[in-house]
């Protein structure tokens, strides 16, 4: 769950790579970086919010033609200021690299590196590796051509595992782009006149005012030289994987990825979801969404079951990760903080909540003991997607809870759980009939199914559970 | 438009008014401040937002269990640092005060406080103002006592005009409340055992824990001394005209102001509105709210018109106040970067837009902009209100605007002027229905229809409209 | 022990305050501020260093013809950031005020004038009262009349014990300094065209280009109209009696003080040292003056001697207030990184060491102890003054130690206790004859011998011991 | 001028090497750095002085038994941030360096690496090229061993010209020290226990309580592996030429360097300027050092000749830096703001000054004008070193400064230009005596005879001239 932005323009970038990064905030709140190339790279990286990390005396020197930027959310390597990306390496040439996915043999591919090639990281995190695979593969191609890069690239493409789109700088050469084998990461590419935008959402490109030109194919590199003329290849042809959660609750609903709306996926989760509701028919007054990426869902809900959609809790803005509360003891409290029920709206009612997932069930809970204290009569739940049971290794934060709240209950015991009258998930028939694209779009659906595109060796499965106890 | 809000309690009441003020952070946020009182007064005040100007190691002296905080929205006196309210006077026995509202008499009043009672007043703020003319009156009853009190907000209350709902500690004797003669500002009081809140929104209340109790009446004083005794009186009694604009577009949706849920007004003024929608009975595809204020009225007119609702606009939550754009000229490309189109949902349909008002028109006119370059193939317009025609000068930052887009144009050619398709208004029927109560509430109405419940003297008049052309 | 600058000039003040602290930073590291009128009051102030107080940004609204500026070293209060000077009162005019020394009735006094004049006080800074007081007087003395002024202070005066010279500036009307009835502490006049300068110490004149016009007499006030008329008067003649502890450690060498300069006062007190160390004849090869105070004296005290001037000790000048030492557990160790010693010049040889003073013992202790370890065969230890005995109330931060190591002591006792080979003291007639003047100013040397020129009221005592307990 | 610390221990260093960098802050206050190794490296560098740069929350993460840390003072390449030391290169195996000097074929050196070596350097300092010319040795060296970690090494002494002293350390391998092949930067070696620590200064080792083992030779490689052995090499044998400036004016006169104390060199400066000064033997009243490094020099000028020595110029400790002077024109006044007179030691008196150098001449003419201005009836100007004429290359910021004012004026001509009555230069002769040594240390003397012991290759020249006229 990162976020990523490189811009290649004929004048500076760190401006726009600055409102981009804003826009894509919400992929990431917990750093934020960026670098750009004059005749040489500048710098700045920080933990916090764009708006903080970023101050007016940073852009007097973030000059340059050419830029990458990045917003993260901690998954493996938790929070450390160095794990900021992106990351930049001397050897060859001086490389700048920033990307959104997890690698899966993060663990055994640096430890070959290291003892093997004698490079060194100095941090945690994936991007780190990533950047040294390639920075490696590329000194035994040197001097510089396409042909080079492309091999370097499929070095690379052979040696990590996982999930990562993400994009490059390589000094005097130019700017690359690269999207895994299998495209479980989403990254598109924007042009306007002669320069280009690749990010991970489309939003990016419409807010800097770019056209959408198209996504990256899975396995395909990108290469924009200083010229501005550009190359790409798909250097493997693998079956498409997209990470089904972002179109679920991770991307912005104004973003299309690989040509579906995230929108009107959205929208059609709630039509199907309908489906579900209808065999139960309960008896309720008002449709609540828990704000706000399920909007949608409840909005379609409310259409095909005729039952009346309600904003019944209001999202504080104001309160936001950065949040300090002295003297407040009570965790548990924060819950009204955030979310502020409309009383008059829901007392003497039966409300039908609906929200996107339910991962550990405890913020259901809060939510549905807030709604009845309100003086709600019942309170039921409906989840635009099917019940989450397996760990993603592929970049969604879920790798590190070891239970869901279904991985070992029945729909039945959840709802006992959360304490709701009723609980009603989306089927899995429901969840792939509302992203079904006429060219077949391929899903990775692991966290539902645990089917999983890409293995994760046995050793590094083993560092990832020991890393996860650690944090607890 | 700022907010207050004093807490009385039998501990640290720090924390609470700092999660409060970050509760109303919506109604100010140029800058924000508290003050505490333990055995002396303890101060942090500071431009920007609650989260940016208290840092975790100004609780350290917030001591003490009163408090009052503020965030301010600037009317007269722009944004200079020393306007932050709470203000402070030591003599007589050392009062600390904070309001909403704006004083219409103050250049008149101010003058003459300086030059017969020569106190001198060191910002431009209305808060300093209130606070020298309740200290000078209470200088003469002395001692203390609730009948000395009750006299000097007696002599407050006939000097200072305009609005002002307030918080005040006097120094070893207790907190007071105040709304004034007509009410125009909300105040609510909550309790909580031996422990009293009192703030500009009920939903301040609710997310402390407080029990809402009731609103202050117009006129009414309220004083809790420091054994957590309770004296009121209500000093004057004039005609209730609460500003019907909270309603409309200032207050949070959750919460209750003198009765009236303010989500429950916005799905009437929807629900009224359908009338005039139904007159022209537009041929159209989706309602679309402009976030985030007008939501539940386009809901309610969806549910009477039956055109479907789509969230055809999306707001950027991180693009704040704090926004630091650099390199980027066109101020008007800043609607892009806080509101951001699915043009999925826009593309080939036909719009409704809805929004509470309108003011100076050029951000209806950007909006239905961005709509159509999404390829809308008509954009209408609906307002939940009235055209807005006459300068507010009861704190609204209204008198600043010379011009509404309404104020000399007829409803034709404001639609021209935004290029919508169909410009649709609320009637002042429409608009009174909608808030029509059992016990008939009073509104002043006067952005709409001219009609000024307290009269605005000739120089300070012409004082203001001075100090507002400088402004721009 | 403080240090204040108040300037009135025909152009902006800001700079020259804030270039006037940074000369007089020596007498206060704790706090600085800065109050400066235009057509308001314009105020900075902060805990911390004068460079580390005052940003750039600050001056864009320090604006303002007339300025008072002040550094704190804490006395009674600690150092709560509320205590820094300058202070303003709202009433009568608007009035700010900083000064130097101790007012000695400061329990008392406050508690009177709150219970009696319902002035609250909001902070334990001195300034603050005196401000207070000042206030109350002034505003018995409507409308403004230099007449009236005087009036004021001579209440002032009556009232307040202790010692204070200090600026004030009151709207609208000018700029006022005053010195205590006996000119305890320091303040001298200077002036430049139309402009004036008044400071603690003379050394801001000369650095800021002002004319050293003259010393401020006991008990005289000094107005300057905004007009730039002079008015000044003595209003009470008593007895001078200058603090002598200026002259040894606390002041500038490049300062002048009623006339004497205090290099040459240390160049005397070193000459009269040389009878005693004549007494004692010690076999030693090298002076060596404790660094930064005590280089005149130790000078002078060589060429009396025909004993070899060494500087066997060096400060480090990074190390400073600030200083913050991690892991560092040892208190003791931070004579180290202040002091170093050139070991070369220690080595083998009888040192004798010179210091302006012995307070609680401890730093000479630990400087012998260093020497030692560098490998001197003795340590001989000769002070410019008599021995401290009696604890300071006037200003000078030896109230709140309750022992001074001599207080209890022989002078063999100290000597065994700091561990000394020899050690010896200046004596009360080498003390007087070193700051004899032809017009014999007169001296409060109550540190020495306890005759304290103003007696501090009983239950003042009681509660000054009271908080120096609580401190410790 | 820069200066370095590398410590080796068995716990924590970061808070050791914090307070080391405060001793030697004097050798440079543009930037400082810090780089910790714990299983990985922990940075933080940052313009400013060290009291600045570091922060309490930074030694949360500065972990770790081996750390180096740097202050710069600029040379080649401004001050960048980017340019603070150490360094930091991933391949092979992960260094950190920082170093004292200056690289004279920085340029042809650099595009040399970049060229043919592929490696990108991404600032101006000469430590990142120091770092690559060593990490591009060692990666020919794998894997790990002390005999190819010297081989490495002796490429960089090949190939880096000019002066360098410096640390590094290699990850997981241990921690090294070296000294260019001429030694002309000074590096010694301290020990406690298991513990070693390497600085510029002497003075770092007693701060920390290590014991002083010994200088590095010229051209010696030493290692530290993380068992704690220690291996060392001088790898190349040529001439020592120590910078002789470092005792004239650099160094702390409480340090010691290859034998010699810095403060007893100083002595014996000023008494051989005793023999020139006597040649002219002038009327004189006082010998008056320029604070803070001359004083030695003066003091024994002053017993040689008889003339009573008199601290008549005062250093403002507070005016730093980072200095500002709001609304304040004049350069020249500043001088004012360092240096304050004792006017009544000079007034009417005939004033010898000594100063260690004069460079450009500016300051010592302002010094002299400030002298008379005090009233002094003459003032003669004594310098302990001769006529500085050369630029130096090897780190002592007169690279920059294309006129000496003595390289093209005769001593008469000097003396009219600063407007001394006298000017009395030390000699070649004296100037040698003074620091000569029973071993017979070689010194660098270029800045006065032009004698280079390292050439500087003729395109390097003329890019650091181009380079020094854009700084001006």
Chains 1, 2, 3, 4 share one sequence.
Do not use: W
């Not at 020197?61 to 993260?72: D, E, P, Q």
């Not at 945690?124 to 690239?153: C, K, W």
């Not at 070095?155 to 490059?168: L, T």
């Amino acid at each position: 769950m990162c976020g990523f932005i490189g811009i290649y323009k004929d004048r500076e970038v760190a401006g726009d790579i600055y409102t981009g990064l804003l826009t894509i905030q919400h992929r990431g709140q917990d750093s934020a970086g960026m670098i750009t190339f004059s005749d040489h790279f500048n710098i700045k990286k920080g933990n916090g919010l764009v708006r903080d990390v970023f101050k007016e005396k940073n852009f007097e020197y973030l000059k340059g033609n050419m830029g990458i930027g990045h917003v993260r959310y901690p998954t493996i390597g938790g929070g450390r200021k160095e794990d900021s990306q992106p990351f930049l390496s001397n050897v060859p040439y001086g490389i700048a690299l920033a990307h959104n996915g997890n690698v899966t043999n993060y663990y055994t591919l640096k430890e070959k590196l290291e003892s093997e090639r004698y490079r060194a990281m100095n941090t945690t995190s994936d991007a780190e590796l990533i950047l040294n695979v390639f920075a490696d593969e590329l000194s035994h191609q040197l001097p510089f051509s396409i042909r080079g890069l492309y091999r370097a690239m499929e070095g690379v493409f052979r040696k990590v595992k996982g999930s990562y789109s993400g994009v490059a700088i390589i000094k005097d050469k130019g700017m690359m782009a690269f999207r895994d084998p299998h495209g479980i990461k989403p990254i598109i590419l924007g042009k306007k006149d002669n320069s280009f935008a690749i990010a991970s959402e489309s939003v990016v490109l419409e807010t800097l005012g770019f056209r959408v030109e198209r996504d990256l194919l899975p396995g395909e590199v990108l290469f924009i030289n200083r010229k501005g003329e550009v190359f790409h290849k798909r250097l493997v042809e693998k079956k498409h994987y997209h990470c089904i959660f972002e179109y679920i609750y991770f991307a912005r609903p104004d973003s299309v990825m690989d040509g579906i709306s995230v929108y009107q996926a959205r929208l059609n989760l709630g039509k199907e979801l309908a489906r579900e509701v209808k065999k139960v028919s309960p008896d309720v007054d008002f449709i609540v969404p828990v704000p706000d990426t399920s909007r949608a869902a409840a909005l379609s809900l409310s259409e095909e079951t005729g039952i009346k959609y309600r904003e019944g809790l209001m999202k504080n803005r104001y309160i936001g990760r950065t949040f300090i509360m002295p003297y407040q003891k009570k965790r548990e409290e924060t819950i009204r903080l955030k979310l502020s029920p409309v009383k008059h709206e829901l007392e003497g009612k039966k409300i039908m909540l609906v929200d996107d997932s339910i991962v550990r069930g405890n913020t259901s809970k809060k939510i549905i003991k807030l709604v009845r204290e309100c003086g709600a009569k019942e309170v039921h739940f409906a989840v635009s997607c099917p019940p989450l049971r397996f760990p993603c290794y592929y970049g969604i934060d879920m790798q590190t809870m070891e239970e869901f709240v279904a991985s070992d209950r029945s729909i039945e015991e959840v709802k006992k759980h959360i304490n709701a009258d009723t609980l009603i998930y989306q089927s899995m028939e429901g969840l792939k009939k509302a992203l079904e694209t006429e060219d077949g779009l391929g899903f990775c659906t692991a966290c539902f199914d645990g089917e999983y595109p890409v293995p994760v060796p046995g050793e590094d499965l083993r560092r990832i559970k020991s890393d996860r106890k650690k944090e607890f």
